[in-house]
């Protein structure tokens, strides 16, 4: 695992898109896990500004979906307004699984990615979930909210993972993520050998080396 730390969410999005095209170009990948959220915003505005040409030959998996209640629908909606331009190559997730070499995914303040909350089983590969009271607070929507889902067991077969966590609100989670009795979902991928864990100043700044045995590495 690697874990690397920008100045701010913009290079942290141009490093991501740098990242990203050597992993697709050295997979030779068709497919690219992506998730909906704030963080990842920097990465698309870049997307729809450079028109990257790796990106032409890529179906991109939506990695989560809400699927009841006033925000059904609400992360495809997302894909629309932030990549419009990669809109028809968008895999809306569906219950048929979909394979990727690569996956970018965000960092949920409860530890998820896409929506495997805590205390689903590591193994889980895709389906429906109750999401927990936090995440429900975050989208603002009812308590009985359910999604459908990629977990750790589908992203756990992927070659290469970005986990993207910028803001100071993601400093908590980080230090439980990279301690050693981290229960969070987001830690059953740490020991993957092609993760990699990206930051800016305002959440990995105050992360010291002793709160971890991995250097946390400048990228200029």
Sequence with gaps: M???????PQKTAIFANTWCEEQVNSHNS????????NTPVPLYQL?????PPYLDKLKFLQVDEVINGPHKGI?????????PFYKNQISWISGDPV???????????????AFHEPGIPEHFKIGCVR??????QNLNT???????TYGVGAFSKCQKILVIACGSCKTKILKELLSDNSNVPASFLKHHPGLTIIGDENSLGSLETKDTDLIIQQVS
Excluded: M, Y
């Design 2 to 8: 690697k874990i690397l730390k920008c100045k701010d």
């Design 30 to 37: 068709n497919n690219l896990f992506i998730p909906a959220g």
């Design 47 to 51: 997307w729809e500004q450079k028109r």
């Design 75 to 83: 992360f495809k909606r997302f894909f629309e307004q932030h990549i």
């Design 99 to 113: 394979t990727a070499d690569v996956a970018i995914l965000g960092l949920g303040l409860n530890g998820h990615v």
């Design 131 to 136: 999401l927990s009271e936090d995440t429900c």
């Design 142 to 148: 009812p308590k009985d909210t359910w999604g459908l």
